[in-house]
């Protein structure tokens, strides 16, 4: 298994699944754009409405889990990261993942209060791939 690789792979996918965990202990699993940045496999940026009940569920616990997939006619190929999501509402990380496109989403742009970051960082991950599962750290 190759990081680099596994970044590679990442970056190819055009949905992604983040999973937070509600006020009872479940896992609460969401389809997701791809992230919006990364930094290696260890920090991932994804935009979404500071209104949103998974950013509620990230301030109160923030053990996070983000999974992509990749489903081909014979291959399968899946990477789970596990760590934790902080919710970011400074101006200077909303502005470093903002498209002009995400008017559509928020009316009042880049200030828009209902704008915010979810800043997820790995602490370790498993990758899947022809019928074989690899668990790694990343501290």
Aim: proline share 3%.
């Amino acid at each position: 298994m190759d990081i680099n690789m596994i970044g590679r792979f990442i970056d190819k996918q055009k949905v992604s699944f983040i999973c937070s965990v509600d006020d009872d202990g479940f896992p609460n699993i969401k389809a997701m754009l791809r992230p919006r940045k990364r930094n290696g496999l260890k920090e991932f940026y994804f935009s979404t409405n500071t209104s949103s009940m998974r950013v509620k569920q990230f301030q109160n616990n923030p053990k996070a889990s983000i999974y992509f997939y990749h489903k081909g006619l014979i291959k399968y190929v899946g990477v789970m990261l596990i760590g934790n999501m902080e919710v970011m509402t400074d101006q200077e990380t909303k502005n470093s993942i903002w498209k002009k496109s995400d008017t559509i989403f928020y009316k009042k742009g880049v200030t828009d209060p209902d704008y915010c970051v979810l800043k997820f960082t790995a602490e370790k991950g498993r990758y899947y791939c022809d019928l074989k599962t690899e668990s790694f750290d990343l501290d």
